[in-house]
């Protein structure tokens, strides 16, 4: 019986492994009891290495795909999510929509924040450039962590371009938010915004930074000038 390219890819990221590895990125992504990342599983593989392993199985079936997503180890889901991203910026426009359809109906194993910031923008963002995007206003008041941040870092799509409307709409609506990873991700996009036109970011800020959480304000005016920098975490 032939094996299949999902087991062929599943072998290949085993052999690819490392105890060590999988041990620092535990502690790294946080997986303790009651951290983000509880009982994720690891087995250790460097994210360059997952992408070239992505690029050799570019042509994985989609319905493979979406069964390497829902794995439980972090480095299929992460790869499969590369995987993704190829089969996404290579297909026609019916491709393209089956692909962000997967996406979003396995948004739950999308369930840390490197694979959010690894596939948000390149998938749901891109493929909103031109169509309606109530689902990122859906996302954002979501009670999950991670469909929050997708629906933030979805927009850095629409801010490379110069559009930030949708941007700032979401993080007025994240602003409140308790979590430090959501912070993070408004403060980071801001900060974008900024890059591009820092007058719409200050714009912004004059009107919420009293009641932005400190972190996602030092995010969001890391690239000020000290001075200014100062003045704002004063306030």
């Not at 690819?16 to 990342?37: M, R, V």
């Not at 859906?138 to 979805?154: E, H, N």
Request: a positive charge.
């Amino acid at each position: 019986m032939p094996v299949s390219e999902l087991s062929k890819i599943k072998k290949e990221l085993q052999s690819l492994s490392s105890q060590k590895q999988a041990k620092i990125a535990a502690w790294f992504f946080k997986t303790g009891p009651g951290d983000y990342g509880e009982g994720d599983q690891f087995i250790g593989i460097k994210v360059p290495v997952q992408r070239q392993a992505a690029r050799r199985f570019k042509a994985l079936p989609l319905k493979d795909v979406e069964k390497l997503l829902q794995s439980k180890i972090h480095e299929h889901r992460l790869t499969a999510l590369f995987i993704l991203d190829i089969q996404f910026r290579e297909g026609a426009l019916a491709e393209k929509k089956d692909t962000v359809n997967l996406y979003l109906r396995n948004l739950k194993h999308v369930n840390n924040w490197d694979l959010v910031d690894s596939s948000a923008p390149y998938l749901l963002g891109e493929y909103l450039q031109d169509k309606p995007r109530e689902i990122l206003y859906i996302l954002a008041t979501s009670k999950d962590l991670w469909q929050k941040r997708v629906a933030m870092l979805s927009t850095y799509a629409f801010i490379k371009k110069g559009d930030f409307t949708d941007a700032l709409k979401i993080a007025e609506v994240l602003l409140k938010d308790s979590h430090d990873l959501i912070h993070k991700a408004v403060g980071w996009m801001l900060r974008e915004v900024g890059n591009r036109d820092r007058k719409t970011e200050e714009r912004f800020l004059r009107k919420h930074s009293k009641d932005m959480p400190r972190t996602m304000l030092r995010y969001a005016i890391e690239k000020f000038p000290k001075s200014l920098r100062e003045s704002y975490m004063k306030k």
